[in-house]
């Protein structure tokens, strides 16, 4: 009898096994033998870690560098300079002041030609001093003195010296472009072999004007004087211009154009 069951069973088996190959599914290993089901002689199929998921914003309080490395305690990036340089005016770095400075000493060879017969032209030098005492107010004093014909003691000869000292202020339109403002006092005397054209004269005077620097190595200069004088210039025109040839060190050339009397200079301006 027992041997009839288990003929039973082995036909059942052979019958599911038949079924399930003709439908294309073929029995695991191990089906029907008492063998564990799965491939013999290995364990569990291995499984690949987790990917990780990254917001595509960085939620907030993580660090927006996302793994950059942190910035050096102390260290700060370099900027780009202001204003002051390139070729705008500004002197670059280490060639000294910029040519708008108002600290410089200024030395002049002058030539005056008087526009009336009864004076010949006269040479002579100018010095002009300016310092500055804060933003924007600074102060200049000048000095200029000319002979002619061998000075006051020679036959149609005369001396001419002039004397002024005021204060001015500026205002920087752009860091290539002032204008300016002084206002003070001058004094002027003219010793002459005839005494009819000697004469001696103080008086109040306003100068507006500009200092523009097209470039870093050039700077141009314009102004108007008008002065309460009665026998010398009491209108004044001036033009100059300056370029560079050391670090703090300038030539120009000029000239100044009066209702009595035309210059022109040239010299040497030393800046700090």
């Avoid at 052979?14 to 013999?40: D, E, I, N, R």
């Avoid at 290539?176 to 005397?189: I, L, M, P, Q, S």
Wanted: contains cysteine; proline residues 9%; charged residues 10%.
């Amino acid at each position: 009898m027992k041997k009839h069951l288990c003929n039973k069973i082995l036909a059942a088996l052979l019958v599911t096994t038949g079924l399930a190959a003709a439908q294309g599914y073929p029995p695991p290993p191990g089906f029907g033998t008492g063998m564990p089901m799965g491939t013999p002689g290995m364990g569990p199929a291995p499984t690949l870690p987790a990917v990780p998921q990254y917001p595509a914003y960085p939620a907030p309080g993580m660090d927006m560098t996302m793994g950059a490395p942190a910035a050096t305690p102390g260290f700060q990036p370099m900027a780009a300079p202001m204003g002051g340089g390139g070729m705008m005016g500004g002197a670059p770095a280490g060639i000294g002041p910029s040519l708008l400075t108002y600290n410089y000493l200024e030395g002049q060879y002058r030539y005056n030609n008087p526009k009336g017969n009864d004076l010949d032209g006269s040479s002579g030098i100018g010095l002009a001093l300016s310092a500055q005492l804060f933003q924007p107010l600074y102060i200049k004093g000048s000095f200029d003195w000319s002979s002619a014909g061998g000075g006051s003691t020679s036959k149609n000869g005369y001396d001419f010296s002039s004397i002024s000292m005021g204060a001015g202020l500026y205002m920087p339109v752009t860091s290539n472009f002032h204008f300016t403002g002084e206002v003070g006092g001058t004094y002027a005397k003219l010793d002459a072999s005839k005494d009819a054209l000697s004469f001696s004269d103080g008086a109040v005077y306003v100068r507006p004007g500009v200092r523009f620097t097209p470039i870093d190595i050039l700077e141009l200069q314009a102004g108007v004087t008008v002065n309460s004088a009665d026998t010398f210039d009491s209108k004044i025109i001036d033009v100059a211009a300056y370029m560079r040839v050391f670090s703090q060190l300038d030539v120009g050339l000029g000239a100044d154009f009066g209702n009595e009397s035309t210059s022109i200079k040239g010299g040497v301006r030393f800046r700090w």
